[in-house]
């Protein structure tokens, strides 16, 4: 009996201990929080796009294209710089309407990030640079992003024994 008691107490405790959670505070602009609700925003207004793609100087256009927002965008939500380990990688320089991070540990996969704000603190502009470098793999992108008006993706990257491939896609939003 004392047994069952006494394992029934500790499960009670156990359960009991641990339930505070730590409250996670961005130490910098949340670009991917930013970018997920753009893209809900987008999708919820069924906005299209006008949407250019040139690779390798080979184009093609697409007029009044539905797409997914979250795919369309991943490339700026996976630019997020607010990971707790990063607290100290990136150094900021910015007055109220210029924020400006720039990587200081060339490790990291998001080197550059500019955004520009309204006078009532809107975001505006985007404009985002990563680079990633492996032993069989090298990549650089370039990113810009008005909202509701145009993106940019310039892209290049460089495979072991495959070779180099350009990107540039633009899309223009459409309402």
Not at 93 to 118: C, P, Q, S
Request: proline content about 1%; some cysteine; aromatic content about 14%.
């Amino acid at each position: 009996m004392y047994r069952k008691s006494f394992i029934l107490l500790i499960i009670f405790i156990s359960s009991c201990t641990g339930g505070e959670e730590l409250e996670t505070k961005t130490q910098f602009f949340d670009i991917k929080g930013f970018f997920e609700a753009e893209a809900n925003r987008l999708s919820n207004k069924k906005s299209y796009v006008d949407k250019s793609v040139i690779q390798n100087n080979q184009a093609e256009v697409k007029k009044k294209l539905a797409v997914d927002w979250d795919n369309e965008l991943a490339l700026f939500i996976a630019s997020d710089i607010n990971k707790p380990a990063w607290i100290d990688s990136y150094k900021v320089v910015g007055d109220g309407v210029r924020v400006t991070y720039l990587a200081i540990d060339t490790n990291l996969r998001t080197r550059f990030v500019e955004i520009l704000k309204d006078k009532q603190g809107k975001a505006v502009y985007f404009k985002i640079k990563n680079y990633t470098r492996s032993k069989l793999y090298e990549s650089s992108e370039e990113l810009s992003y008005f909202p509701d008006s145009i993106y940019k993706i310039n892209k290049n990257q460089t495979v072991l024994f495959l070779g180099s491939n350009t990107y540039q896609i633009i899309g223009k939003i459409l309402k």
